[in-house]
Nanobody, 127 residues
Framework: AQLVESGGGLVQAGGSLRLSCAASGSTFSINAMGWYRQAPGKQRGLVAAITSGGGSTNYADSVKGRFTISRDNAKNTMTLQMNSLKPEDTAVYYC?????????????????????WGQGTQVTVSS
């Protein structure tokens, strides 16, 4: 499946952006999905994830309460609403599948290899 991210841009601290991910192919609705980001000089990391049906989500502590992930399987799209943006949110943002599984009663989202990544979308937050 091909993944195309959009919606990034330059915004002042405290502002908002809404990122979109458009997926091609027939596997989007069966995969848990995530938004990752990579800042200059840092490793790419998972910031938000959502189960295949959209019923459960998880967020990195750094974005909890500010970011909201959602998906529309009928349209093969996923969004990341980002509010109260901070300069440290500056990064290239990617959408990509994630593994989702239970350990006892805890839902775990983990990175895994699902093939090629998209180009990402640049988010720059000025102070």
């Amino acid at each position: 499946a091909q993944l195309v991210e959009s919606g990034g841009g330059l915004v002042q601290a405290g502002g908002s952006l809404r990122l979109s991910c458009a997926a091609s192919g027939s596997t989007f609705s069966i995969n848990a999905m995530g938004w990752y980001r990579q800042a200059p000089g840092k490793q790419r990391g998972l910031v938000a994830a959502i189960t295949s049906g959209g019923g459960s989500t998880n967020y990195a502590d750094s974005v909890k309460g500010r970011f909201t992930i959602s998906r529309d399987n009928a349209k093969n799209t996923m969004t990341l609403q980002m509010n109260s943006l901070k300069p440290e949110d500056t990064a290239v943002y990617y959408c990509y599948p994630v593994q989702a599984y239970f350990v006892d009663s805890d839902l775990i989202f983990a990175e895994a290899d699902f093939g090629s990544w998209g180009q990402g979308t640049q988010v720059t937050v000025s102070s």
